[in-house]
């Protein structure tokens, strides 16, 4: 199964944090930029 990007502002952060926990809680992986991007990284190679 692929991985369920989302696409936010840093506004809405606490919210989506619920919603990957939420997501993930019933087996759907998920890829957040903060965790899988740092800073001043390439992003197509991440």
Do not use: C
Request: proline share 2%.
């Amino acid at each position: 199964m692929g991985h369920i990007f989302i696409s936010y502002s840093r506004r809405d952060s606490e919210f989506v944090d619920r919603l990957i926990e939420a997501l993930e809680k019933y087996g759907f992986p998920t890829w957040q930029d903060v965790n899988a991007i740092a800073g001043g990284e390439v992003w197509k190679g991440a």
